[in-house]
């Protein structure tokens, strides 16, 4: 079946493409944010985004942590598919 995900399993289960640009449209940041947060270069989180290559664990691991210093929550696949959202601020609940 012609899939266009990275092969590796582990790189995937990590941080999926998807989730990254999600993540990024909640955040409202673009991709050259995103690489400054997880201190990479551009086009590894481009790369990673497009499936162009498979990025290393490391790499993939600091934009998950860049995201989650955000304000990203991961949610496990739990049946609907992995998934994300925006943690609330202390600011939003009293509303």
């Given at each position: 079946?012609?899939?266009?995900?990275p092969t590796s399993t582990e790189n995937?289960?990590?941080?999926?493409?998807?989730?990254?640009?999600?993540?990024?449209?909640?955040?409202d940041i673009n991709q050259q944010e995103?690489?400054?947060?997880?201190?990479?270069?551009?086009?590894?989180?481009?790369?990673?985004?497009?499936?162009?290559?498979?990025?290393?664990?490391?790499?993939?691991?600091?934009?998950?942590?860049?995201?989650?210093?955000?304000?990203?929550?991961?949610?496990?696949?739990?049946?609907?598919?992995?998934?994300?959202?925006?943690?609330?601020?202390?600011?939003?609940?009293?509303?």
């Amino acid at each position: 079946m012609g899939t266009e995900r990275p092969t590796s399993t582990e790189n995937v289960d990590a941080l999926l493409p998807a989730q990254c640009r999600a993540a990024r449209a909640l955040l409202d940041i673009n991709q050259q944010e995103l690489a400054r947060l997880a201190d990479l270069g551009l086009s590894t989180v481009v790369d990673f985004e497009r499936s162009r290559r498979v990025v290393s664990n490391d790499a993939i691991r600091s934009m998950r942590a860049a995201l989650e210093g955000c304000g990203i929550e991961f949610l496990d696949e739990n049946g609907g598919g992995p998934g994300l959202r925006l943690r609330q601020g202390p600011h939003e609940k009293e509303k």
